[in-house]
C-alpha cells in the first residue's frame, strides 16, 4: 500500500518507497533482548520525565502552540540516531523533498519494529500529552477521549487502517528547507507530536531554525523560529489547537517547517503518534 502525507490544500504526496529486510542491522541480540533495551529505555525516560514541570509546558502550550524539553536526548544518543540513516534497512520508505515539492532534503521513516530510544521516547511521553490532547478536545466541542497509554491509541489507528510506524529521521543539507505543512496520515491523528534536533547548532550547521505559523480566524497569521539546541525538543500543535476568546474557545490552525540551512548538514528526529496507512 502506498502511504500518503495530506498537506494543508488536501493534496496527496507519494512516498520514493524503499526496500526494507526482514531483519534490522545485528539480527542478535534477539527480538526478547531489544524488548528488553526498549522496556529498559523507557523506565529511564519515565524517570527524566516526571522531573519537568508538565503544568508549564501545558501553559505554553496554551499561550504558544509549542513548548521546547531541554536535553531530551544525550549527545551520544543523538549521535547514535544520526549514525542510523545511512541504514537502509531500518526504514520503511524513503521521501526526496523536491521531488514531491515538499522543500528541499530528504526523510526517513523508520520501519517496525522501531529503534528501542526512539519506541522508548515515544511511549515514555505520550501518557503526558494525553491529558493536554483531552482538555484541547474538550474545549473545542468533541466528546471523544484519547486513552492514557500509547499502545491502546495505536490500537484505534490500526483498527482505522493506520498501521505503519511514523516516527522518521529528517536530513538537510546546505540551502535545504522544509515548507509549512501539517503531517496526517488518516482519519485518526494525536494533536500533538515533537522534534528533537540531532546536530550541533552553529557547528554542525547554521540557519535551519524550526518554523512554526498559526493562522487565526479574520486575523493575520502570526509565526515563530525557533533555534533549538543538541538534544532538544520541541513539542508542537499538530494541525489544530484551541484559543480562549471573549465568547469561548475557537480554533486554530497550525503548520510547522524548517528555514533554509545556510551552511552544514542538519539531523532531526521526528515523533508522530498516530500510525499512518
Known sequence: MRGVILRTDGS????????VASKVTGADPTAELA???????????????ETLDWSAAASALDE??????????TPAQCAGLSAMYDERERFRSRVVMERVRFGVGEYKYFASPLPPLVAA???????????????????MGRDETYPPELER????CWRAGQTKPTPLLLRYEAGGYNCLHQDLYGEVAFPLQLTCLLSRTGHD??????LLVENRPRVQSRGEAVVLEQGEAIIFATSER????????????????????RHGRRLSLGIIF???K
Open 242 to 261: 484551541p484559543i480562549a476568546g471573549s465568547r469561548g474557545h475557537y480554533r486554530v490552525t497550525m503548520r510547522h517547517g524548517v528555514s533554509r540551512v
Open 121 to 139: 521516547t515515544r511511549t515514555a511521553i505520550y501518557p503526558h500529552l494525553a491529558p493536554i490532547a483531552n482538555r484541547w478536545r474538550r474545549a
Open 205 to 210: 550547521f547554521s540557519g535551519g531554525e524550526f
Open 274 to 276: 498516530h500510525d499512518a
Open 64 to 73: 504558544r502552540g509549542y513548548a521546547t524539553i531541554p536535553a531530551l536526548l
Open 35 to 49: 524488548q528488553t533495551a526498549e522496556s529498559a529505555l523507557t523506565a529511564e525516560f519515565e524517570r527524566r520525565l
Open 153 to 156: 491509541f495505536r490500537e484505534i
Open 12 to 19: 496527496e504526496a507519494g512516498f520514493v518507497s524503499t526496500k
